[in-house]
């Protein structure tokens, strides 16, 4: 049962975070996935206005950061246009929570994820997690590496397909909500699904019944 106290507490984490104070479970605001020199597509950007991302223009082999704590929810190799020239390349989802403790997703594509992440593999803010794979553009073979990072406002599973560009559906501009929010930084304790199955219950001991001495045989 929520309590008035339980209330004014929620409140006042909020508050703090709100204004850039950390508290316990908490970091004060997310670190960006990589340096950004800028000049590329932003939210909604391109021909047809339809880019679900902002790409940070970056060179090949960057590090790319988690930008708070979080669970591996899918490390995808083979997607289409995430590649160099219009190739197939590799993304990264991860699981992140808010202070609020509404749960999202973040995509970062264009990337070599670090082959030791595997899906539910849990990540610490400011861990690398990948580097900027290189990308070429598929007509001038012109260096445009960059990381494609996305956020899907949604605890509902992300989509598959039309993850660069398309219809919005729950994507949001990650540029905004990165500075507009505040993440918990203990979601390695609390996101759903990511420790494996549970293990079963311990079947109950029963008490062993009492054994009737038995008697000595007669001496002869």
């Given at each position: 049962?929520?309590?008035?106290?339980?209330?004014?507490?929620?409140?006042?984490?909020?508050?703090?975070?709100?204004?850039?104070?950390?508290?316990?479970?908490?970091?004060?605001?997310?670190?960006?996935p990589c340096p950004d020199a800028g000049?590329?597509?932003?939210?909604?950007?391109?021909?047809?206005?339809?880019?679900?991302?902002?790409?940070?223009?970056?060179?090949?082999?960057?590090?790319?950061?988690?930008?708070?704590?979080?669970?591996?929810?899918?490390?995808?190799?083979?997607?289409?246009?995430?590649?160099?020239?219009?190739?197939p390349g590799a993304l990264i989802w991860?699981?992140?929570?808010?202070?609020?403790?509404?749960?999202?997703?973040?995509?970062?594509?264009?990337?070599?994820?670090?082959?030791?992440?595997?899906?539910?593999?849990?990540?610490?803010?400011?861990?690398?997690?990948?580097?900027?794979?290189?990308?070429?553009?598929?007509?001038?073979?012109?260096?445009?590496?960059?990381?494609?990072?996305?956020?899907?406002?949604?605890?509902?599973?992300?989509?598959?397909?039309?993850?660069?560009?398309?219809?919005?559906?729950?994507?949001?501009?990650?540029?905004?909500?990165?500075?507009?929010?505040?993440?918990?930084?203990?979601?390695?304790?609390?996101?759903?699904?990511?420790?494996?199955?549970?293990?079963?219950?311990?079947?109950?001991?029963?008490?062993?019944?009492?054994?009737?001495?038995?008697?000595?045989?007669?001496?002869?």
């Amino acid at each position: 049962m929520i309590t008035a106290s339980s209330r004014l507490i929620g409140c006042l984490v909020l508050l703090l975070s709100s204004v850039g104070v950390a508290v316990e479970g908490q970091q004060s605001k997310f670190v960006q996935p990589c340096p950004d020199a800028g000049g590329y597509r932003g939210w909604l950007g391109g021909p047809a206005k339809n880019h679900l991302g902002h790409d940070y223009r970056t060179p090949a082999g960057t590090d790319v950061k988690a930008i708070s704590d979080g669970v591996v929810w899918r490390v995808d190799l083979n997607v289409p246009g995430f590649g160099s020239e219009g190739k197939p390349g590799a993304l990264i989802w991860l699981k992140h929570r808010l202070a609020s403790g509404h749960y999202f997703y973040a995509l970062y594509g264009h990337v070599t994820p670090d082959r030791k992440l595997r899906d539910g593999t849990r990540v610490e803010v400011n861990q690398t997690i990948a580097t900027v794979a290189v990308y070429l553009d598929a007509d001038t073979k012109k260096d445009l590496s960059h990381l494609h990072f996305g956020i899907w406002n949604s605890e509902t599973m992300p989509p598959v397909s039309q993850l660069g560009y398309g219809p919005v559906r729950s994507f949001t501009d990650p540029v905004k909500f990165l500075k507009e929010n505040a993440p918990y930084s203990d979601v390695n304790s609390e996101v759903e699904g990511d420790s494996g199955p549970s293990p079963r219950p311990e079947a109950p001991v029963r008490p062993l019944k009492p054994v009737a001495p038995r008697p000595l045989p007669p001496r002869r």
